[in-house]
């Protein structure tokens, strides 16, 4: 990082010598003056620093390219902006300076100040975005306004280049002036609503200033996301690695589920179903007073970028309720707390349940079928791993075969797999994919991205995870009429358990209604029972569901196994990948190598009924 302490012909073209030569360009200026440049990018968004303007500076944080003027040595900065546009104005045909600044106290409007018969369409575009801010936020009613003037910066401000200056050196001037409307009578900040308000005018200005670029420069950009900052400031990666950290301090599904499944297994099957022992956890490695501590006291307020911000609030919570849940386990506060954590079953979803039990019968088990184990399965894992580090040699992942675990289950890229566990080889072929082909590949495609969170998974991750991983039964001809059944048994059990079923009464109506068997049965309650009632079962059909309708929407499908998110997080996760930042996944399943796997998903697309994925 440069230190400027003041303004020479020297130290301003130590400033442009590094413009040309560094990827991104940082630079302390006078007055608490700061520069930020990453290369190549044909403007500038500019702020001037002022007294008693809480928050305004933070408008501009968040670019690619901007300048915090000092509040001293004008002359300097006058001399900076000429030498950088005339440096770079003859690569681009042109040079935007867009300065951001606060009107006065009690104004309702936005005013675009520039040259309006030049930029017609362009200053359009900006002024349209920032008067449909009324729809997003009621009760604002501002209103946005396009000045032609040449006097483009604040009233009482002497300009930072003026227009006749500005077209010797290829430069074309053009500012906005905001509304303080998120800050009080005494200039304090209301900073909910300034944090939305921010998040809401970035995009607004990005996608003027792409159009600019689009009709006015050489400059091609994909689309207005690519735009944001391609480097992260150092504090976004500091948080993002305390709260990977604090996720890692323990593992919630393995703290959750109970110890003595086998035990309670058992019992309950000698006493035809009458007696059940408590459910037994695993002592806390965390206290959850300290760790809730550390939560709480990382600065997510300070993160200016909107996409970071918006996902580090998203996990903060998440992690807060899981921490919580696992100070409550065995009590109805767990209960209530998996209700926010998972939303619950809603009644489309608990419809589409009840239609999947009515079209697809139970396969009755046979007892000459050949069966493999738990070995025979950690075999057929190992070789997908193979296969794995064929495309990616850092690619590390362990078996782990354990009497105390009630489910498969990938933990933190691990596989755990019951001593007991028994499957036919069509059902472990489809739980390879399941669980290999697609938590633990999407694991590692998240380790092998800049952001921690993609490996541990963004919050409420979990139903694309899930929705991801029954596709790939389905695509492997895999999907089985049992196990589709049982997805949607889950989500019923889910729905009695909302309406105050017990353990016992919710497996008498999966036996005795949805003509589950017994074991079955016993399985879907006992996961949903554990921890005091835990619905993350639901999320698997709920999943499904949801991966559905993305894909008949024209949704792309490998782009999702590039780590742990959400469908909801699409969006931010092609804006994060369009500047850079993230990268496509270094692993693909095996599945996707197959010949109809196309076929397939477009049957999915063009609206196949849940009920005829099942495999033949």
């Known amino acids: 990082m440069l230190d400027i302490s003041t303004f020479s012909d020297k130290s301003i073209k130590q400033i442009l010598t590094n413009l040309t030569t560094e990827e991104e360009l940082n630079a302390k200026l006078p007055g608490g003056g700061f520069l930020h440049i990453e290369k190549d990018l044909p403007y500038l968004v500019i702020y001037r620093k002022k007294k008693d303007d809480k928050g305004a500076s933070r408008l501009v944080h968040s670019e690619a390219s901007y300048l915090i003027a000092g509040d001293e040595d004008l002359k300097g900065y006058q001399d900076l902006l000429f030498g950088i546009s005339n440096q770079l104005s003859p690569i681009f045909k042109t040079y935007m300076f867009f300065e951001i600044y606060t009107g006065e106290p009690g104004i309702n409007q936005f005013i675009i100040k520039g040259p309006e018969e030049k930029l017609t369409s362009t200053l359009e ?149 009458e007696k059940l022992l408590d459910y037994h956890y695993r002592l806390l490695p965390i206290d959850p007073d300290v760790l809730k501590r550390e939560l709480f006291n990382l600065k997510i307020e300070d993160v200016d970028d909107p996409a970071m911000s918006f996902l580090f609030r998203e996990k903060r919570e998440e992690l807060d309720q899981q921490i919580t849940m696992l100070n409550e386990r065995g009590t109805r506060n767990f209960f209530y707390n998996s209700i926010r954590l998972y939303k619950g079953v809603d009644r489309i979803l608990c419809s589409e349940a ?36 064929k ?66 998974g963004l919050a409420d991750y979990d139903p694309l995870q899930e929705g991801l991983a029954v596709m790939s039964e389905y695509l492997v001809d895999g999907l089985t009429p049992n196990r589709l059944r049982t997805l949607a048994g889950r989500v019923i059990a889910g729905n009695a358990l909302m309406e105050g079923g017990d353990f016992r009464e919710i497996f008498r109506l999966l ?81 996707l190598l197959t010949e109809d796997v196309t076929e397939k998903l477009n049957l999915i697309r063009e609206g196949l009924p849940l009920s005829q994925m099942v495999s033949k």
């Open 125 to 273: 575009i900006l002024r349209k975005e920032l008067e449909a801010i009324n729809s997003t936020f009621s009760g604002l009613y501002l209103q946005a306004k396009i000045k032609d003037t040449p006097h483009r910066h604040a009233e009482g401000d002497e300009p930072l280049m003026d227009i006749d200056k500005a077209k010797k050196c290829g430069a074309v001037i053009i500012s906005l002036e905001v509304p303080p409307i998120f800050r009080d009578e005494e200039g304090n900040l209301y900073p909910v609503f300034f944090r939305n308000f921010r998040d809401y005018i970035i995009p607004a200005i990005h996608k003027f200033i792409f159009d600019y670029l689009r009709v006015q420069t050489s400059f091609v950009a994909a689309n207005y996301n690519s735009l944001g900052p391609k480097y992260l400031k150092q504090k976004v990666f500091e948080i993002d690695k305390k709260l990977a950290q604090i996720e890692n301090s323990y593992q919630f599904l393995w703290l959750v589920s109970p110890s003595n499944i086998y035990d309670i297994k058992k019992t309950f099957f000698e006493s035809n179903y």
């Open 354 to 389: 009840e239609q999947l039990l009515h079209e697809v019968e139970e396969v009755p088990f046979e007892k000459s079928e050949e069966l493999i184990d738990s070995k025979a399965f950690s075999s057929l894992a190992r070789k997908e791993f193979d296969y794995f580090r």
């Open 391 to 456: 495309q990616d040699e850092n690619f590390k992942c362990k078996v782990h075969i354990r009497k105390d675990v009630n489910i498969m289950m990938v933990s933190q890229g691990e596989l755990y797999i019951p001593e007991d566990y028994k499957m036919n080889p069509k059902e472990s072929e489809a739980l390879i994919q399941h669980e290999v082909g697609t938590h633990v590949l999407t694991f590692h495609n998240g380790s092998r991205q800049p952001l921690k969170q993609l490996s541990i």
């Open 511 to 591: 036996l005795e209604k949805y003509n589950f068997s017994p074991i079955r049965s016993f399985n879907i309650t006992s996961r949903i029972m554990q921890g005091g009632g835990f619905l993350k079962d639901i999320i698997y059909l709920k999943g499904l569901v949801e991966l559905r309708k993305y894909l008949q929407d024209g949704g792309e499908y490998e782009p999702l196994l590039a780590g742990k998110f959400g469908i909801k997080h699409i969006k931010i996760i092609k804006e994060l990948t369009d500047r850079k930042i993230l990268n496509p996944g270094v692993l693909r399943p095996s599945y």
